[in-house]
């Protein structure tokens, strides 16, 4: 086992300023202050990052898996990964568009979890929302469509199948799945914009939806 990077605090000794930061900045050292030039020293014992024990495994719980509708950016996707990761997301399936882990640039955010949880690439994903719906899946898409009902009145069979789909950045997810699906979800909004980043809006989603049907994390 790879053991734990060890970092320190550094502070600016210039009681003006006294800047402070992390030691896991790019630069490999950092002599003095990027601020006001003057020396800088570490402010703490080295520590590692403080990580959560992993729970249990939950040996049979309701398939949840997810569904990325034609989606453009390596970054998006590669955040998607981490916390589906997290969430203890069963599969995710990337459909027409979508980058795959192949692509260098997904590992920026995705941090490895690209390669651990189970993926599938479907040219397309109104086909494969049928057959999922087929398979007696329940298809709950995140959009933030008229009609929409909010992700936190959901009301679903909670030991049935789930498949969560969210869509391209910018076109959102196609007429034809949202037609398809059995709920059509959104996340209420109270400022100016009308929609969250897609990394965000997912990373609300997938843990309110377990936390709405119990599903194990």
């Given at each position: 086992?790879?053991?734990?990077?060890?970092?320190?605090?550094?502070?600016?000794?210039?009681?003006?300023?006294?800047?402070?930061?992390?030691?896991?900045?790019?630069?490999?050292?950092?002599?003095?202050?990027?601020?006001?030039?003057?020396?800088?020293?570490?402010?703490?014992?080295?520590?590692?990052?403080?990580?959560?024990?992993?729970?249990?495994?939950?040996?049979?719980?309701?398939?949840?898996?997810v569904m990325l509708d034609n989606l453009r950016s390596t970054l998006n996707v590669g955040s998607i990964f981490?916390?589906?990761?997290?969430?203890?997301?069963?599969?995710?399936?990337?459909?027409?568009?979508?980058?795959?882990?192949?692509?260098?640039?997904?590992?920026?955010?995705?941090?490895?979890?690209?390669?651990?949880?189970?993926?599938?690439?479907?040219?397309?994903?109104?086909?494969?929302?049928?057959?999922?719906?087929?398979?007696?899946?329940?298809?709950?898409?995140?959009?933030?469509?008229?009609?929409?009902?909010?992700?936190?009145?959901?009301?679903?069979?909670?030991?049935?199948?789930?498949?969560?789909?969210?869509?391209?950045?910018?076109?959102?997810?196609?007429?034809?799945?949202?037609?398809?699906?059995?709920?059509?979800?959104?996340?209420?909004?109270?400022?100016?914009k009308s929609s969250l980043n897609v990394a965000v809006a997912f990373g609300i989603a997938v843990y309110t939806?377990?936390?709405?049907?119990?599903?194990?994390?």
């Open positions: 086992m790879t053991p734990e990077p060890e970092f320190v605090m550094l502070q600016c000794k210039n009681p003006d300023c006294r800047f402070r930061c992390p030691s896991n900045l790019s630069e490999k050292s950092l002599p003095v202050c990027p601020i006001c030039g003057s020396p800088i020293v570490s402010a703490t014992a080295p520590f590692t990052n403080q990580k959560l024990a992993r729970p249990q495994a939950v040996e049979s719980h309701p398939v949840f898996e981490r916390t589906a990761d997290g969430a203890g997301i069963d599969r995710l399936h990337l459909c027409g568009t979508t980058p795959t882990p192949e692509h260098p640039k997904i590992a920026k955010t995705g941090l490895g979890a690209e390669w651990t949880l189970p993926w599938e690439m479907h040219r397309n994903g109104l086909d494969f929302t049928r057959s999922r719906q087929n398979a007696g899946v329940a298809v709950i898409s995140l959009e933030a469509a008229p009609s929409a009902k909010s992700i936190f009145d959901l009301d679903l069979q909670a030991s049935r199948p789930v498949l969560l789909v969210v869509g391209n950045e910018v076109s959102g997810i196609d007429p034809g799945i949202l037609e398809e699906s059995d709920l059509v979800c959104s996340i209420p909004m109270s400022g100016v939806i377990k936390s709405i049907y119990r599903l194990a994390i």
